[in-house]
């Protein structure tokens, strides 16, 4: 059965970037897409963006664009998450998702296993 | 962006009720819709994809159906389990968005 487990939380000053990292376990990235979903204490779920391993690319909401990577390594099926340019806003906490194919082009059915959330704290 | 709508945002009900929430896209999304469900302090938990189709290890009492911009979740008999809440996600277009959420108390 497979697994995503994430990295620790982390406490970060305005300004500055964070890294996120989803492991996978039981099974490869290969054929799966990996999303990153946030949510902010108290508040709904908000997508951020996804990369498909097998092709490297990534797609990012338009409200992050500019100040997120997305990255995946397939041989440690590893993927990561890079949010820069941090504000107190992105206070949240970070899900990776996997995405399974629909077969129509690159859409998903839905994000059937999740990593456990890191905690993201943005404070001066 | 698609809007999703869900409604109610907050129900109360009592084991053993039939619980129906509704998920309204702004535009059609044919059947590219998933439901999640999310308790406290954990992440959420796949149970509808593709509208209609239960998730393996998902509990038969939950069923989805819809096409286009009206999609709902049933929950037929509701147990001390299911209290929770419930988004839906539309997976059509990106941004991938989600509904707004609905929780479900005990009554």
């Known amino acids: 059965q497979v697994q995503l487990v994430q990295s620790g939380a982390e406490v970060k000053k305005p300004g500055s970037s964070v890294w996120v990292s989803c492991k996978a376990s039981g099974d490869s990235f290969i054929n799966y897409g990996i999303n990153w979903v946030r949510q902010a204490p108290g508040q709904g779920l908000e997508w951020m963006g996804g990369?498909?391993?097998?092709?490297?690319?990534?797609n990012y909401a338009q409200k992050f664009r500019g100040r997120v990577k997305m990255t995946a390594d397939e041989s440690t099926s590893t993927a990561y998450l890079e949010l820069s340019n941090l504000r107190s806003e992105d206070t949240a906490v970070y899900y990776c998702?996997?995405?399974?194919?629909?077969?129509?082009?690159?859409?998903?059915?839905?994000?059937?296993?999740w990593g456990q959330g890191t905690t993201v704290t943005v404070s001066s | 962006d698609i809007q999703l709508t869900q409604s109610p945002s907050f129900l109360s009900a009592s084991i053993g009720d039939r619980v129906t929430i509704t998920c309204r896209a702004s535009?059609?999304?044919?059947?590219?819709l998933a439901w999640y469900q999310q308790k406290p302090g954990k992440a959420p938990k796949l149970l509808i994809y593709s509208a209609s189709s239960l998730q393996s290890g998902a509990p038969a009492r939950f069923s989805g159906t819809g096409s286009g911009t009206e999609f709902t979740l049933t929950i037929s008999s509701l147990q001390p389990e299911d209290f929770a809440i419930y988004y839906c996600?539309?997976?059509?277009?990106?941004?991938?968005?989600f509904g707004g959420g609905t929780k479900v108390e005990i009554k």
């Open positions: 990369v498909i391993p097998t092709f490297a690319t990534a």
């Open positions: 998702a996997r995405g399974v194919f629909a077969g129509r082009g690159n859409s998903y059915s839905g994000l059937d296993v």
């Open positions: 996600q539309q997976l059509n277009s990106e941004p991938l968005t």
């Open positions: 535009q059609g999304i044919v059947t590219y």
